[in-house]
């Protein structure tokens, strides 16, 4: 049903600034909630940041309170994480996520599909 595209990953130093997109299939992208989440090496995938179906409700980890900002266009079916004050313990494989009917839960299993995930590596 949703397909969903990264892009935006890459290299960057610390103190840096990142903009990662996800362009969502289909024509019921307003009726799901959008999340990322990253996973660095050998540990679990963990939240970032969620965003509801509106925008009216966004959530961030409190790793990256203030300097990240998760925003959508619905016109365009995208989904953006403005990364910024990057930090090299940022560096992990982010992930876009859907979660149909959902009111931007920090919870993995909540979501429905998921991206396939871009590297974001944050130098010292």
């Known amino acids: 049903q949703v397909q969903l595209v990264e892009s935006g990953g890459g290299l960057v130093q610390a103190g840096g600034s990142l903009r990662l997109s996800c362009a969502a299939s289909?024509?019921?992208?307003?009726?799901?909630?959008m999340g990322w989440f990253r996973q660095a090496p050998g540990k679990e995938r963990e939240f970032v940041a969620a965003?509801?179906?509106?925008?009216?409700?966004?959530t961030y980890a409190d790793s990256v309170k203030g300097r990240f900002t998760i925003s959508r266009d619905n016109a365009k079916n995208t989904v953006y994480l403005q990364m910024n004050s990057l930090k090299p313990e940022d560096t992990a494989v982010y992930y876009c996520?859907?979660?149909?009917?959902?009111?931007?839960?920090?919870?993995?299993?909540?979501?429905?599909?998921w991206g396939q995930g871009t590297q974001v590596t944050v130098s010292s």
């Open positions: 996520a859907a979660d149909f009917g959902g009111t931007a839960t920090m919870t993995l299993g909540e979501y429905d599909y």
């Open positions: 289909g024509r019921t992208f307003r009726m799901y909630a």
């Open positions: 965003i509801s179906w509106s925008g009216g409700s966004t």
